[in-house]
């Protein structure tokens, strides 16, 4: 439900703190598909800025979340620049549609 945002972030949070923080288990693999969906609803303004952030948080954060190999650096970066607006970019429409590139040529630039 995390890595998909198809619940608020907080409960799921909540909900996470019971699996703790170390993991040598993968529970789920986050691919671009799932970054690209999240990035769709902000730019359909479905999810503010804020909620972008808090949800790349709260992946990054993950120890227990696996990157689909193929894309793992990219994806590394990407949610990076998402969890990070005050050290990398500002989200917005623009930035959204750099990641989504980015993602969808496999490599960070």
Do not use: C, Q
């Not at 800025?49 to 190999?69: C, F, H, Q, S, Y």
């Amino acid at each position: 439900a995390l890595i998909e945002y198809r619940e608020p972030i907080a409960p799921l949070m909540e909900e996470l703190r019971t699996y703790g923080w170390d993991s040598d288990v993968d529970l789920s693999t986050l691919n671009p598909e799932h970054v690209i969906s999240v990035l769709d609803k902000f730019r359909s303004n479905h999810i503010s800025a804020t909620e972008v952030r808090n949800w790349a948080n709260a992946v990054e954060r993950r120890e227990d979340i696996a990157l689909k190999p193929s894309h793992k650096d990219t994806l590394d970066e990407m949610v990076f620049w998402l969890a990070n607006p005050a050290l990398n970019f500002p989200i917005t429409t623009e930035l959204a549609g750099r990641v989504i590139s980015n993602l969808k040529a496999n490599h960070a630039v």
